[in-house]
């Protein structure tokens, strides 16, 4: 173990901001993170085993007890849910004989939950050894396993490869991009190289200037302009970093894997583009875990465009040296915050940063950094090849361009469409075929639950805004057990629990919806959870635990007829009895409640 453990820590740098990089070769290598590797780990690089600990112990993927020769994670996100998955988890726990978060007696075989691993387009889905298997049934479950049983590779397992470039030899997986509508911009022509040679001809600021022309806002849900995000880190001095986001772990989108898979060429020279802007020598991609797969695929990339001069020293004979990196994740959804992510990429805890001083002033390595969505980068290759006129004359007036939009649920259509801003939601649904839909959720978790009454309402940054996760939702569903309940067990579980009332009032939502989905619940407690939303607004200091209520008060507050027909319509005889019945059901969840007189 000494020599294996000395052996990763010297490939992967020696150096303590490498450290997930070391904890997942471990992972890999054990099939856990041992103890021992621990004190050898923080020996090797100088630091406390504390230090090692608390972040071996933050991420789903780090273990401390071997998982199965083969590590089965099935997706029990909501649209998975709606999917079947309970028939394949079912399936599993027959064939493998044990329960799901338990490992066979022989060590053959684990089985365990994840949260949405960005295939809700072909649900249900299960990692293998990272390797997908998607539109999983029975059938398919009673042949995987047999084959583990036989001791075949997980690849020779796959059935069948995908499209594009989910065939290609380091991808093998059978998922399929479904690109179902392709617009001008990231799913457009692509002619590799063009556009970062006219970059590397102009000005910086003269790039940076056509970005904020075109009125590019960050893809990635925030919506914060690009090209000022681009001039603000500019202006800083010293060393400068470019991150792109590609954690892309809002349930129900999947818009970034076809991106990372199908625009590979085109994210890393809108990176190469961005790092000339703002004067960096370095970028880094930061990969979710979930698509450990594509790594091998996109590093080949990388050697790709550093033998054809798009990379690395004096790019296109242009005196601008720069490379990129990838620095995978391990499984934290907190992590798509960018000041968790650049905790994450130095090898720390997830856990969101104070602002300010904003990562444009102090992010990576405490570098001015901006940190970008995939899909931007892939924006701004295209804004700088025609113009930032030319982008901004599509979409709206606040938004504008095009969206890539993740959408699937109940409608015969799921996939990728890139769309102009400004469309609504009727003409989405009408776009992807779905009938008889009770509810869209738009924007994942942390969005909004829009009712048919609202369907008007226009996907943009103005209206209903969206880093592209559509979750559509058919009236056969029980949208507060199947959904609701999903979203805040989710939340519960992806907290860091670095804010109080972050760690506590989800757990405290997630028990009151069970509550009232078992038919116990009291009409106030549909006032107290959305006082309690209300607080975890205002007092946790990330997006996560801002929005983390949303599934509960935006449902409450667009389908209260749902939850009122749950719960118990009580004809208090007194006040007192009031209270006392509010004080009793709040108890019961591990709360003290909010009483208004």
């Known amino acids: 173990m000494e020599e294996k453990i000395k052996s990763i820590i ?52 780090f273990s401390s007890k071997p998982v199965g020769k083969y590590a089965v994670y099935l997706n029990n996100a909501a649209v998975s849910g709606m999917m079947g998955m309970a028939e394949v988890a079912d399936e599993f726990e027959k064939q493998a004989g044990i329960k799901f978060g338990e490992t066979t007696p022989d060590g053959l075989i684990s089985l365990d939950y994840t949260a949405c691993i960005g295939m809700s387009d072909q649900e249900p889905a299960a990692l293998i050894n990272s390797v997908v298997f998607t539109e999983l049934t029975r059938e398919k479950v009673k042949e995987i396993v047999a084959g583990m049983k036989e001791g075949k590779t997980v690849e020779s397992m796959v059935p069948e490869y995908g499209d594009g470039n989910n065939a290609h030899p380091l991808v093998k997986s059978m998922v399929k991009n479904n690109i179902r509508k392709a617009g001008p ?8 190289g063009k556009t970062l040679s006219k970059a590397l001809s102009m000005n910086p600021k003269d790039v940076i200037s056509e970005v904020q022309k075109s009125n590019l806002r960050g893809r990635g849900g925030a919506g914060f302009p690009t090209g000022l995000k681009w001039l603000f880190c500019s202006q800083e001095s010293g060393e400068r970093y470019v991150i792109c986001n590609a954690d892309e ?20 020279e809108g990176m190469t583009i961005a790092g000339w802007a703002i004067g960096a020598k370095e970028g880094i991609v930061y990969l979710r875990y979930e698509y450990d797969y594509l790594l091998k695929f996109l590093n080949s990339i990388l050697d ?15 005196g601008f040296d720069y490379d990129i990196r990838i620095q995978s994740g391990a499984g934290a959804y907190v992590c798509g915050e960018e000041s968790a992510l650049i905790e ?4 720390k805890r997830g856990e969101p940063r104070n602002r300010p001083p904003f990562p444009t002033q102090s992010g990576y390595n405490e570098k001015p950094t901006i940190i970008n969505n995939v899909e931007t980068f892939c924006s701004a290759v ?7 006129e030319w982008f901004s004359n599509m979409g709206t007036e606040e938004s504008s361009g095009t969206k890539l939009l993740s959408i699937s649920g109940d409608c015969k259509q799921p996939g990728v469409y890139e769309v102009e801003w400004g469309m609504t939601i009727k003409e989405m649904l009408d776009m992807v075929d779905a009938t008889d839909v009770q509810a869209v959720q738009v924007a994942g ?15 943009a940054i103005e209206d209903l805004a969206t880093g592209g996760s559509m979750i559509v939702v058919g009236k056969q569903r029980d949208l507060i057990k199947d959904i609701v309940l999903n979203f805040m067990e989710f939340f519960e579980d992806e907290s860091c629990g670095s804010c109080i009332t972050c760690r506590s009032f989800n757990m405290i939502l997630r028990r009151m919806v069970e509550k009232i989905v078992e038919g116990r619940g009291i009409k106030p407690d549909l006032d107290n959870m959305v006082q309690w939303g209300e607080i975890m607004r205002n ?57 208004h007189e």
């Open 539 to 595: 007092t946790s200091r990330c997006g996560l635990g801002q929005t983390s209520a949303n599934p509960v008060s935006t449902t409450i507050s667009n389908f209260r007829e749902l939850y009122e027909s749950k719960v118990k319509d009580v004809d208090f005889q007194s006040d007192f009895d009031m209270k006392k019945a509010i004080i009793e059901s709040c108890e019961a969840v591990g709360r003290p409640p909010v009483v």
């Open 445 to 459: 978790p942390s969005g909004v639950c829009v009712p048919p009454s609202q369907f008007s309402r226009k996907i």
């Open 344 to 347: 994450s990429t130095e090898g």
């Open 10 to 61: 010297k490939t992967s740098g020696n150096s303590p901001d490498r450290l997930m990089d070391i904890l997942l070769s471990v992972q890999k290598e054990f099939r856990c993170v041992p103890e021992e590797a621990v004190s050898l780990i923080a020996s090797a690089l100088g630091i406390s085993e504390a230090d090692v600990n608390q972040t071996k112990t933050f991420y789903h993927f």
């Open 249 to 268: 772990g809002e349930p129900g989108t999947f818009k970034d894997r076809v991106l990372l898979t199908e625009r590979a060429k085109m994210i890393f």
């Open 382 to 388: 295209k804004i700088v090849e025609k113009g930032g």
């Open 185 to 192: 911009v990231c799913l457009g022509d692509y002619d590799a």
């Open 304 to 318: 790709e465009m550093r033998e054809k001069n798009m990379l690395g020293k004096n790019i296109m004979g242009k």
